[in-house]
């Protein structure tokens, strides 16, 4: 069983910061990608950014310059950094982990936290 937790969420207004974490917990043995995701109310969920283990990031383009993720990989965490907050960033944020729970070889599985509220005020 693997867990993950977000923390960080909340209400700023437009022009400011806040900062995500994620803490994965369980029996893993290997997390390769970690990652956020966004859904806004009426909306898909999508991609803000991802990070994989040897450091190598992926980002959306309406978050490119604006937000920074890092991953701690002794801790299992991974945190986003957002700055210059728009009111379209408001949205349910969910952290995402590929992990391998067994031994080398053994398949990898999709978990996600349940999600953390993000509101931008104008």
């Known amino acids: 069983q693997v867990q993950l937790v977000e923390s960080g969420g909340g209400l700023v207004q437009a022009g400011g910061s806040l900062r995500l974490s994620c803490a994965a917990s369980?029996?893993?043995?290997?997390?390769?990608?970690m990652g956020w995701y966004r859904q806004a109310p009426g909306k898909q969920r999508e991609l803000v950014a991802t990070?994989?283990?040897?450091?190598?990031?992926n980002y959306a383009d309406s978050v490119k310059g604006r937000f920074t993720i890092s991953r701690d990989n002794a801790k299992n965490t991974v945190y986003v950094q957002m700055n210059s907050l728009k009111p379209e960033d408001t949205a349910v944020y969910y952290c995402y982990a590929n992990v391998r729970v067994g031994q080398v070889g053994t398949p990898w599985y999709q978990y996600w936290g349940q999600g953390t509220q993000v509101t931008v005020s104008t």
């Open positions: 990070i994989v283990s040897g450091g190598s990031t």
């Open positions: 369980g029996s893993i043995s290997s997390i390769n990608i």
